[in-house]
Nanobody
Framework: VQLQASGGGLVQAGGSLRLSCAASGRSFRSLAAAWVRQAPGKAREFVAS????????IYSDSVKGRFTVSRDNAKNTVYLQMNSLKPEDTAVYYC?????????????????WGQGTLVTVSS
Protein backbone atom coordinates (compact mmCIF):
# COMPACT_ATOMS: atom_id res chain seq x y z
CA VAL A 1 0.00 0.00 0.00
CA GLN A 2 1.29 3.44 -0.94
CA LEU A 3 -0.28 6.62 0.37
CA GLN A 4 -0.20 10.12 -1.15
CA ALA A 5 -1.48 13.05 0.90
CA SER A 6 -2.47 16.37 -0.64
CA GLY A 7 -4.55 19.47 -0.02
CA GLY A 8 -2.39 21.36 2.45
CA GLY A 9 -1.78 25.08 2.21
CA LEU A 10 -1.96 28.44 3.93
CA VAL A 11 -5.26 29.47 5.49
CA GLN A 12 -6.36 32.13 7.96
CA ALA A 13 -7.57 31.22 11.41
CA GLY A 14 -11.22 30.24 11.28
CA GLY A 15 -10.91 28.95 7.74
CA SER A 16 -11.24 25.46 6.30
CA LEU A 17 -9.19 22.98 4.31
CA ARG A 18 -9.81 19.47 3.05
CA LEU A 19 -6.95 17.02 2.91
CA SER A 20 -7.01 13.95 0.69
CA CYS A 21 -5.05 10.72 0.93
CA ALA A 22 -5.01 8.62 -2.23
CA ALA A 23 -3.99 5.01 -1.76
CA SER A 24 -2.74 2.36 -4.13
CA GLY A 25 -3.53 -1.29 -3.53
CA ARG A 26 -6.94 -2.86 -3.14
CA SER A 27 -6.09 -4.10 0.35
CA PHE A 28 -6.34 -0.50 1.59
CA ARG A 29 -10.11 -0.81 1.45
CA SER A 30 -10.01 -3.36 4.28
CA LEU A 31 -7.76 -1.26 6.53
CA ALA A 32 -8.49 1.46 9.02
CA ALA A 33 -6.83 4.74 8.08
CA ALA A 34 -5.64 7.64 10.16
CA TRP A 35 -4.35 11.18 10.07
CA VAL A 36 -1.36 12.11 12.20
CA ARG A 37 0.29 15.51 12.40
CA GLN A 38 3.63 16.90 13.47
CA ALA A 39 4.07 20.54 14.37
CA PRO A 40 7.51 22.18 14.13
CA GLY A 41 9.71 21.04 17.00
CA LYS A 42 7.05 18.75 18.42
CA ALA A 43 6.34 15.02 18.45
CA ARG A 44 3.87 13.41 16.11
CA GLU A 45 0.28 13.62 17.34
CA PHE A 46 -2.72 11.43 16.51
CA VAL A 47 -5.52 13.43 14.87
CA ALA A 48 -8.26 11.09 13.64
CA SER A 49 -8.93 7.58 12.42
CA UNK A 50 -11.66 5.89 10.38
CA UNK A 51 -12.64 2.24 10.11
CA UNK A 52 -12.37 0.27 6.87
CA UNK A 53 -16.09 0.80 6.22
CA UNK A 54 -16.11 4.47 7.15
CA UNK A 55 -18.81 3.87 9.76
CA UNK A 56 -16.63 4.35 12.84
CA UNK A 57 -14.41 7.33 13.54
CA ILE A 58 -12.37 8.58 16.48
CA TYR A 59 -10.71 11.94 17.09
CA SER A 60 -8.22 13.52 19.42
CA ASP A 61 -9.73 15.93 21.89
CA SER A 62 -7.88 18.81 20.24
CA VAL A 63 -9.78 18.46 16.95
CA LYS A 64 -13.07 16.89 18.01
CA GLY A 65 -16.00 18.89 16.71
CA ARG A 66 -13.88 20.74 14.14
CA PHE A 67 -12.39 17.98 11.96
CA THR A 68 -14.18 15.18 10.12
CA VAL A 69 -12.47 12.08 8.73
CA SER A 70 -14.16 10.10 5.98
CA ARG A 71 -13.35 7.74 3.13
CA ASP A 72 -14.50 6.72 -0.31
CA ASN A 73 -13.40 3.14 -0.90
CA ALA A 74 -14.51 3.27 -4.53
CA LYS A 75 -11.82 5.91 -5.01
CA ASN A 76 -9.36 4.42 -2.48
CA THR A 77 -9.23 7.82 -0.81
CA VAL A 78 -9.46 9.10 2.75
CA TYR A 79 -10.32 12.70 3.56
CA LEU A 80 -9.85 15.07 6.47
CA GLN A 81 -12.20 18.04 6.47
CA MET A 82 -10.77 20.69 8.77
CA ASN A 83 -13.00 23.57 9.88
CA SER A 84 -12.52 26.41 12.35
CA LEU A 85 -8.78 26.10 11.96
CA LYS A 86 -6.51 27.54 14.63
CA PRO A 87 -2.84 28.56 14.48
CA GLU A 88 -2.05 25.58 16.72
CA ASP A 89 -3.28 23.29 13.93
CA THR A 90 -0.21 24.28 11.90
CA ALA A 91 1.69 21.07 11.14
CA VAL A 92 2.65 18.55 8.52
CA TYR A 93 -0.28 16.17 8.20
CA TYR A 94 0.36 12.52 7.37
CA CYS A 95 -2.07 9.81 6.40
CA UNK A 96 -1.33 6.34 7.65
CA UNK A 97 -2.67 2.79 7.77
CA UNK A 98 -1.81 -0.46 9.49
CA UNK A 99 -1.82 -3.82 7.75
CA UNK A 100 -3.36 -5.53 10.81
CA UNK A 101 -6.09 -3.10 11.75
CA UNK A 102 -9.54 -2.59 10.23
CA UNK A 103 -11.01 -0.65 13.16
CA UNK A 104 -9.80 2.80 14.20
CA UNK A 105 -7.47 3.25 17.13
CA UNK A 106 -5.80 6.23 18.77
CA UNK A 107 -2.25 5.19 18.07
CA UNK A 108 0.89 6.23 16.22
CA UNK A 109 1.80 2.66 15.22
CA UNK A 110 1.27 2.21 11.49
CA UNK A 111 2.90 0.19 8.72
CA UNK A 112 2.12 2.58 5.90
CA TRP A 113 2.73 6.33 5.82
CA GLY A 114 2.14 9.01 3.21
CA GLN A 115 4.68 11.73 2.56
CA GLY A 116 2.86 14.49 4.46
CA THR A 117 1.23 17.75 3.43
CA LEU A 118 1.88 21.07 5.17
CA VAL A 119 -0.97 23.02 6.71
CA THR A 120 -0.20 26.54 7.90
CA VAL A 121 -2.82 28.53 9.79
CA SER A 122 -2.13 32.24 10.19
CA SER A 123 -3.53 34.30 13.02
Amino acid sequence: VQLQASGGGLVQAGGSLRLSCAASGRSFRSLAAAWVRQAPGKAREFVASVSWSGRTTIYSDSVKGRFTVSRDNAKNTVYLQMNSLKPEDTAVYYCAADSHRSDPAQTLQYDYWGQGTLVTVSS
